[in-house]
């Protein structure tokens, strides 16, 4: 299917190609991807790439299979790894940086949407854990004498 549509990229800065708020998207489809909706989760991502957040919708994604699914999928890094490849070389190919508007070539891509599906879809059905705080040092924690009283032998 070839989307065809006149609008500039400008135009999609704060509204998606349905008119929704760009904040308001991207929110509910990482809801959904927490949530395991599969057809939802596409239709938002669809969403998306119609209106050419392709950039920063690859990188959210990247970020978030990090940083929510990391040691539950120990594949995971390497087929995210290989999709980026040919992420960038695509991306690369259109020469998105010096005419912003390429970006909405892409939506056009059908290797785009498969790479992105297929991201969606990885991250849908991985488990998903949130990442542990780091706890906060004091200086105090080193102090041996307060070492020597949290003991009990």
């Known amino acids: 299917m070839y989307i065809n549509d006149s609008r500039h990229i400008n135009e999609f800065k704060i509204t998606t190609f349905s008119g929704y708020k760009k904040t308001d998207v991207l929110i509910i489809l990482f809801k959904c991807i927490n949530s395991k909706k599969i057809e939802e989760s596409c239709n938002w991502l669809i969403e998306c790439i119609l209106s050419g957040y392709i950039i920063e919708l ?19 890094p390497n087929f995210i790894y290989k999709k980026n490849i040919v992420f960038w070389n695509i991306c690369n190919s259109y020469n998105y940086k010096k005419n912003k508007n390429e970006l909405l070539v892409l939506r056009n891509d059908n290797t785009i949407k498969n790479l992105f599906i297929s991201l969606l879809i990885t991250l849908i059905l991985s488990s998903k854990t949130k990442i542990y705080k780091i706890p906060i040092i004091k200086k105090e924690d080193f102090d041996f004498d307060i070492i020597q009283k949290k003991l009990k032998a």
Do not use: F, V
């Open 58 to 76: 690859w990188e959210k994604l990247c970020i978030y299979g990090s940083n929510i699914i990391h040691i539950n999928n120990t594949s995971l």
